[in-house]
């Protein structure tokens, strides 16, 4: 026995000669007191260079002790050089190593004869129910029906036709406790719900393992399950069922659905079917479609990582198959290169480091995309993230970003589909987006029973992922933060942590099993990185601490505000939806600053305009300073604005090099014309709703061309779908017809059966030609419908741009007086009788709105102004002191009660909320809302202020202009 170390590096090293360092490498090195000849210091913490393996690059070499920190140490036995053992006799001409009786995986090993044991190993049978690691192809053994091979010296586990190869491993006695099996076959009916468990976690079912759980499926429901159980069970789709009941089988009976031998590998004898899997380019699958082993021909079980797949020849196969002599790689195989599951270009299924560039790209394009059309479409949608969706549905999307990643058309598609081919993706990824070689240590965070600890902990570990993982986790948590945020889908990051969790970590092959006992800890990793992590938006730490900024130079009073009230970049209490509708379509560094969501905190939040999107960043405040991160810097959140109006924001964040340019000021601008002439802005407001509407009818005309277009391309490619199918029939009966044509039959016949056959080709050769017509009128339409999508895009700025100068004078007007009538003629809405300018001038200016005193009461109290305007008509009102000081209210009856409004008084005028507070003056407000309706703040306030309680009121309501 010897005591091993493990470490982990804190420092990057590099030097001709020694091991390579990078930083979070683990290395393994053994009895480091007796290898190192000059140790120095002790095993936790040595001051010497020690020897080890990296276990990353698995180089071997000398490093710095003092560039690791200690892990643990742990027990285990050293590897000894075995002599080479003599070759073992080869079985008899007639008969193949590898024949039908051991040509199968998953456990499920066929009888056969009994085989001599094998030199060094005591070789008994044995039935496990807990599935097992076998040592050789290093898949679970999980069937029971079968028996299975186990050493009683040194406790290894072997598949039976895996057993062949005991010899090349060494018979190694140790203190390893002994597997618990049987010598007798145990019924799966026998089983109990945890084994069942178990069971599924090995064989990637675990996606269903809770729902399995919480129905209490024991081996003997686990026997009896059918379609329909499991379509009333919740999992709705057709592939999952077939694939859960066809794993069953196999489990439970023996035998499951399997395939006709094809005809590309089953005349594959001798050397030709006995090839290494090192031939081939073998690379972890999944298979989203019915698959079955290209050796065995038995089913691909399982969801998810099915099996092993070559990347040049497409043949798929089993892990114990694989290990198990196969054939040769047939490069040109057609037969593979037509299969659903093969695809040459396929982005799905392949590792992170190879489909983005870290410094050009936030995350994978399939990744960014998916994210797109979700914040665009889905963010409202009801539980967004968990509708049932069927495979065939994303396969469709998967084969079209396989196409063409690059344009690929979403909005084509609905948007559940998009959601779970974004779950498909990360579930699908050979190593998951927290790798599996950082499992334990994540599940170890976990397990710090305090929040902020244990998030402490977990973003240490997440800044020691490799950039490729970082940077895509860090953009997916930020989606997922922004998802949680809109109350409308349900989605909240419990909810969506139990979504993610299986589908972004899950523990290395070996220990599979631990799925099933850190099922919490997945959900408490992620629920905590979505809610409270670095990715979080508004509370995401810069990546350094910055220094204590200089002090900015000295302002005079007139260059600041003297208070954040007067500030006109401060906002104050809106909500993030708001802040996006300011900022939108503005200027790269334009800013804005808000109270923080959280009011507890005391803190504000700085929205920022960089790249065309929001960066939200949390102004910290602790002990009367101010900043973005420890240490607070700044006596006010004004010093600290003014400074990054002079400075970067790269200092704080590198991303983030801009400057607060362009403050969104909450003033409101006043519309061009407005000192000189009323009547010169209602041209301008008619000339720019003209522009408005032009441009919004040929937005209206590309929108519809848009969709029908891609309603055709849909048809064209079922369509081109069809022919696929059709084609494969074809090639089908042509390789019918050709196996026939060495049979011995009379030459009248065989003249026939040619002609047949020309026929036959003749027809395939017109069903391409048509097919690559198809193809070709497909590529146009869909380059014709990106051109599309391009003018309707680059209309949207101006459309929204003409709208908000638009809305904004229309409130301008209307704030001036201008009646509502008035302006809905200007804007088209409606039509009005022909009165003359100056009598409709004259009905404005008599109105006896203009007498203050007729409807301002400062200092009556509430219950008086009810009382005042009880058993008045609708709209009748009074504007008084209110309670809060500096504050006024406005008492109006609406819908025969009398209804009391809070008039705000902020630094750009009174209003009834934010943003309209615009007006200069409460006569200014009660002119606008005797023609306007209050149901625009309230819905239960439809009405206007039409009768000061001060005039008399007519008979006949109303008489007054409205």
Sequence with gaps: ?????????????????????????????????????????????????????????????????????????????????????????????????????????????????????????????????????????????????????????????????????????????????????????????????????????????????????????????????????????????????????????????????????????????????????????????????????????????????????????????????????????LVDTKERSRRDSYGPESIFNQDLTMQFDPSEAEAPLVVIKCIEMVEERGMDVELIYRQNVSTLAINKIKQAFNVEVQHVNLAAYDIHCIAATLKMYFSELPNPLIPSEMYADFVSASSIRDDSDSTARLLELTNQLSEHHKCTLEYLLRHLNRVCQHPHNKMTAKNLASIFCHSLLWPPRETMLQVLQNSDAHRRIMELLIKRGVLSEEDALPERPPPIPPRGREKSIDMSPRSLEEAEWYWGDISRDYVNEVLKDTLDGTFLVRDATNKASGGYTLTLRKGGSNKLIKIYHRNGNYGFSEPLGFKSVIDLIDHYRDVSLAQYNKKLDVRLLHPASKKTEQPEGQDSDIEKVKEKLHEINDEYKDKTESYDKLYEMYNKSTQEIQLRRQALEAFNETVKVFEEQIKVHESHHKDAIPAEERQKLMENFRLLQLRLDDILSKKEQLEQELKRQAEENRNLDREMNSLKPDILQLRKLRDQYVMWLGAKGVRHDDINFLLGVSSRNEVPQDQMAFDVDSLPHHEESLWFFPNISRQEATDMLTNKPNGTFLIRTASRSGSYACSLVANGEVRHCVINKTQNGYGFAEPYTIYHSLKELVLHYQQNTLALHNDQLDTNLSYPVGVPTPLNEPDLPR
């Design 1 to 329: 026995m010897a005591v091993t170390a493990k470490y982990r590096a804190m420092h990057d090293f590099s030097d001709d000669g020694y091991l390579e360092l990078a930083k979070g490498d683990i290395l393994i090195v053994e009895n480091p007191v007796a290898t190192s000849p000059e140790f120095n210091g002790t095993v936790e913490n040595p001051n010497c260079w020690l020897e080890g393996v990296n276990e990353r690059t698995k180089e071997v070499g000398l490093f710095p002790g003092t560039f690791v920190e200690f892990v643990e140490t742990f027990v285990r036995t050293r590897p000894v050089v075995q002599p080479r053992r003599p070759v073992p006799t080869p079985p008899p001409a007639n008969q193949s190593s590898f024949d039908d009786g051991f040509s199968n995986d998953s456990g499920y090993v066929e009888t056969s004869s009994p085989k001599p044991t094998p030199r060094g190993h005591n070789i008994t049978d044995a039935y496990f129910i807990t599935p097992q690691l076998c040592r050789h192809c290093k898949d679970y053994i999980w069937s029971n029906g079968k028996a299975s091979k186990l050493c009683e010296l040194c406790h290894c586990v072997f598949h039976e036709v895996c057993s062949l190869h005991a010899p090349k491993y060494r018979c190694e006695r140790n203190d390893v406790s002994v597997p618990e099996y049987s010598h007798v076959y145990v019924p799966v009916s026998q089983w109990s719900r945890d084994q069942v468990l178990e069971w599924m976690a090995v064989t990637d079912l675990y996606r269903y393992a809770d729902l399995f759980k919480t129905k209490e499926i024991d081996g003997a429901k686990l026997e009896s399950l059918d379609d329909q159980t499991l379509m009333r069970m919740g999992i709705l789709d057709e592939f999952r069922r077939q694939c859960i009941l066809i794993t069953r089988d196999e489990l439970c009976r023996g035998s499951s659905i399997t395939r006709e031998a094809t005809s590309t590998y089953s005349s594959a004898v001798g050397d030709e079917a006995n090839r290494p899997a090192s031939d081939h380019q073998f690379q972890e699958h999944s298979f989203s479609s019915l698959q079955w082993c290209d050796k065995c021909n038995k089913f691909m079980f399982g969801l998810v990582r099915q099996g092993l797949q070559c990347q040049v020849c497409g043949f798929s196969c089993h892990r114990c198959c694989a290990m198990n002599g196969l054939p040769v790689c």
